[in-house]
């Protein structure tokens, strides 16, 4: 699912709150963003279209949707997709970055280990 970066903070807002209507939030993002009513509508209206949202209930006029997809279905091929553009085919300089640059702490150090481990095992 291929999401634009308004549609992506979107989403954020769907999967912290859970369930919101689009004057919910435009008053949380509308300001921020500096756009108007129509403009979060058009949005929200979009990632309904493309099965990101769904609606859940009505109250009077207003619409209450919630979010279908799950993060890590949005984050993967954005993630593979960015490592590409950035790195190529060599990630050698993202894992020389993370291990030198990044203060990892001894947790994710060590999700990092058994990452490999999982990975060299995979191979054999």
Same mark, same amino acid.
């Given at each position: 699912? $291929? +999401?634009?970066?308004?549609? #992506?903070?979107v989403m954020a807002h769907?999967?912290?709150?859970?369930?919101?209507?689009?004057?919910? +939030?435009?008053?949380?993002?509308?300001?921020?963003?500096?756009?108007?009513?129509?403009? @979060?509508?058009?949005? @929200?209206?979009?990632?309904?279209? =493309? *099965?990101?949202?769904?609606? %859940?209930? %009505? !109250?009077? /006029? %207003?619409?209450?949707? $919630?979010?279908?997809?799950? $993060?890590?279905?949005?984050? /993967?091929?954005? @993630? /593979?997709?960015? #490592?590409?553009?950035?790195? *190529?085919?060599?990630?050698?300089?993202?894992?020389?970055? #993370?291990? !030198?640059?990044? =203060? #990892?702490?001894?947790?994710?150090?060590?999700? +990092?280990?058994?990452?490999?481990?999982?990975?060299?095992?995979? =191979?054999?």
């Amino acid at each position: 699912m $291929r +999401l634009s970066d308004f549609e #992506l903070d979107v989403m954020a807002h769907f999967w912290e709150h859970k369930q919101l209507s689009a004057p919910e +939030l435009h008053q949380q993002i509308g300001e921020s963003r500096g756009v108007t009513y129509s403009t @979060v509508k058009t949005i @929200v209206d979009r990632l309904e279209a =493309k *099965g990101a949202i769904e609606r %859940t209930e %009505t !109250r009077g /006029k %207003t619409i209450y949707y $919630r979010p279908v997809v799950n $993060r890590e279905r949005v984050r /993967k091929p954005l @993630v /593979k997709t960015f #490592l590409r553009r950035v790195f *190529g085919n060599d990630l050698r300089p993202l894992f020389a970055q #993370l291990l !030198r640059e990044e =203060k #990892l702490s001894d947790e994710e150090i060590d999700y +990092l280990k058994r990452l490999i481990a999982e990975a060299d095992k995979s =191979k054999r």
